[in-house]
């Protein structure tokens, strides 16, 4: 059984390597500059929509539908085409830089709403695009019992460029008299710098050796789902869909738990993200020593304690640290973590896309459940709701372990 | 490209980049409009004037000559109103927070209040006493990504401040209410002001002392109520679908009988009554710059251009004071 031995292959190549391959601190490089980039976007939009062009908070909405909709499907087809063309660097650097030349979109866009949503929706595009491909290098270049590390120093490098991205932005708005136009450049000027480290120290090598080996077809792809080891994960993956009830409710409750002030709300996210950085790399590293399918089990148990504290006769700063250590931890054992599970199931040849089946899983299933949370909430009050939300959680989490560690027939 | 031409190249990459993005932010910091430098006393009291914000300053212009001349003051506001000799300024404290500051007579800060998220609205009532604001809030939101409001009132009289109206009870427990636009009646604690809930807008009535709040009619946004209290000015979503847009509407809260104004245009903001005949409100240029507006409250005649080149309209002279 595949799955069942990933965990332990820890090959004599092992020896005398590098904590991480350079490409993989090339590529989290290029995340990190990227995510400085898109943050700062990220931070100042609603600030220049509504008192810059003074769009309604509705218009805002459209775009930011458009901003998180669009990028699930695309996965998939930039995961595949990287794969049939064999070109996962290429069809990454494209990613990025569409995402670029979308900063300066903003710029030519003006105040037309259909302008600005054309442009957020490249942008999101170019997210789509380079996530499967980027993932896949980072697999192709690791050797299989490295790819918790590989995937959790990724992870941080990702989130100390979204960490860092909010505050380069407010340095440029200090700097330019609160122009969000210099934000906008700043922004494209950083991504371009990302597409830079990219094309000079990223390396694809050659991952079939036979150049006559056919190229991946609509089949093959297909055929992917007949793999049981994919299939299980991309079960596990829309399983973890469905246990996450989104950032937004978890914030509100945390929020009304322990009354914090409605001025300190946004410090809540950089509260989650902070323990996300400090918790990725370590718990890759975990993951690679005593198995990633337990750490990625651990997730679920840091999600239900996550819900169940919002729900628990505790208040005050005691909750909020406890809460937010719990939601970072769930990120960052999860994350990453389902990445590294992942990438021995599938295929070289077929490597993006099958990562981007499994990204797409959960993302779909998550936007699923955090319609029926809302609609819980609405009927039965938030405690039920998110203890609800626990239960599922739990139950998830035992449908995983039992796929996971399922000894049937060779995968 | 061996690994030193490639460490060359990247450096060659990051000095062009950053020496672009730091031209563009010294150009951009260069051709900001300095603050208004001449700057006169202006005053909140009783007078035929009507109270603006221009180019983010608090300003008066005669309601005799509308266009003509205008006194800026030093006051930087996003969205302002006054009535009853106390001022309220909704202000940037710093990039990211804003700050709602009461103002009195002289323009002089009695109060400070921390508020989250993005400026929005901002109301006095007639008397001077009660003050209330709203506030776009993001990340909150209930699916992810957008925006929800969160309104507050304060009672200048005796320091109380609600934080946020979903504080106060409402029939249905809906969980993702919002509420924006508060309009104050004579009696200071009678309150109108729009919630949603369920993807529906609600015209609420609601009791400051009791802290609840009722639903009277729907589709009804940023209300403001005329001054002898018989009628609301309001944005109106066209077809009840704030996508198409708003037309400016009075609602006679006798009757429920909404009448729409002559203005065609989209209006998103919420209106003030100059008088108990006619209507200011803000309306935007393509290129985002605001004027000020004013149309007839009965539903018939024209917009006029009020007051070009400004925002946020508040009649400090209307007869007996009334709020907008």
């Not at chain 2, 910091?29 to 909140?44: C, D, E, F, M, N």
Request: net charge positive; proline share 5%.
């Amino acid at each position: 059984m595949y799955l069942s031995t990933i965990d332990r292959t820890a090959g004599p190549r092992a020896r005398g390597r590098a904590f991480v391959a350079g490409n993989v601190v090339a590529l989290g490089t290029v995340s990190l500059v990227t995510d400085v980039s898109a943050e700062m976007v990220t931070a100042v939009l609603p600030l220049y929509l509504v008192l810059g062009l003074n769009l309604s908070p509705l218009a805002y909405g459209v775009v930011d539908g458009v901003y998180t909709g669009a990028t699930a499907v695309l996965r998939i087809v930039g995961g595949y085409v990287a794969d049939r063309i064999r070109a996962r660097k290429a069809l990454a650097g494209l990613g990025y830089a569409l995402s670029a030349v979308a900063k300066l979109g903003l710029l030519a866009a003006g105040r037309s709403l259909t302008g600005i949503g054309f442009v957020v929706a490249v942008d999101r595009m170019g997210k789509g695009l380079r996530t499967a491909p980027r993932d896949a290098l980072i697999t192709l270049s690791t050797p299989p019992s490295a790819l918790g590390r590989a995937f959790g120093v990724h992870r941080t490098m990702d989130a100390v460029g979204a960490f860092l991205g909010p505050l380069v932005a407010l340095a440029v708005l200090a700097g330019s008299g609160q122009s969000y136009d210099a934000v906008f450049v700043t922004s494209f000027c950083v991504a371009v710098l990302g597409v830079a480290v990219l094309v000079l120290f990223v390396r694809e090598r050659a991952v079939v050796a036979p150049v006559a080996a056919p190229r991946p077809g609509l089949r093959d792809a297909a055929a992917l789902l007949r793999v049981a080891g994919l299939r299980r994960l991309l079960l596990a993956a829309t399983l973890l869909g469905v246990a996450t009830i989104g950032d937004g409710f978890v914030y509100l409750m945390l929020q009304r738990r322990t009354e914090l002030g409605l001025v300190w709300f946004p410090l809540l996210a950089v509260g989650t993200s902070l323990g996300y950085l400090l918790l990725a790399a370590p718990l890759g590293v975990l993951a690679d020593r005593i198995g990633r399918r337990p750490v990625l089990l651990a997730g679920y148990a840091a999600l239900a304690l996550t819900y169940l504290l919002l729900a628990a006769p505790v208040g005050g700063w005691a909750l909020l640290v406890a809460a937010l250590g719990a939601y970072g931890l769930f990120y960052a054992a999860t994350d990453g973590v389902l990445m590294a599970l992942a990438g021995p199931v599938l295929p070289d040849t077929l490597r993006a896309t099958g990562l981007a089946l499994v990204q797409t899983g959960q993302a779909l299933a998550y936007l699923v459940s955090s319609v029926l949370f809302g609609l819980a909430w609405a009927a039965w009050g938030p405690t039920a709701a998110v203890l609800a939300a626990a239960l599922v959680a739990v139950v998830a989490g035992g449908v995983t372990a039992g796929l996971l560690f399922h000894k049937g027939q060779a995968a | 490209m061996s690994l030193r031409v490639r460490v060359f190249t990247l450096l060659a990459v990051v000095v062009v980049l950053a020496t672009a993005a730091v031209l563009y932010i010294r150009t951009a910091a260069a051709s900001r409009t300095p603050a208004v430098g001449a700057t006169a006393p202006v005053t909140l009291d009783a007078a035929p004037v009507l109270l603006t914000v221009t180019d983010r300053h608090l300003a008066t212009v005669s309601m005799m000559d509308p266009a003509g001349p205008r006194t800026v003051s030093a006051v930087e506001c996003v969205r302002a109103y006054a009535a009853g000799g106390t001022g309220v300024c909704l202000r940037q404290a710093t990039p990211w927070a804003y700050q709602l500051q009461v103002l009195d007579r002289t323009l002089t800060t009695v109060r400070s209040v921390d508020i989250p998220g993005l400026p929005n609205r901002a109301r006095v009532s007639a008397s001077g006493r009660m003050v209330a604001w709203t506030t776009f809030v993001g990340g909150d939101s209930y699916n992810s990504g957008g925006f929800s409001t969160r309104t507050g009132i304060l009672d200048t009289r005796t320091g109380t401040l609600v934080p946020s109206l979903e504080e106060f009870t409402v029939p249905a427990r809906a969980a993702d209410r919002n509420f924006w636009g508060v309009t104050f009646a004579a009696d200071d604690n009678t309150f109108y002001a729009t919630m949603s809930s369920g993807g529906q807008r609600y015209l609420m009535a609601g009791d400051v002392a009791a802290r609840t709040l009722r639903p009277v009619t729907t589709n009804v946004e940023c209300p403001s109520l005329s001054p002898d209290g018989s009628r609301i000015a309001f944005k109106r979503a066209i077809e009840g679908d704030p996508t198409k847009g708003w037309r400016l509407s009075v609602l006679d809260l006798a009757t429920l009988a909404v009448t729409p104004l002559a203005e065609t245009a989209s209006v998103d903001d919420q209106p003030a009554w100059l008088d108990d005949r006619t209507v200011a409100y803000t309306l935007r240029q393509a290129d985002g710059r605001p004027d000020v507006w004013s149309v007839p409250a009965g539903g018939g005649g024209a917009p006029r251009l009020l007051v070009p080149g400004a925002e946020s309209p508040a009649a400090l002279g209307v007869p007996g004071g009334a709020n907008g």
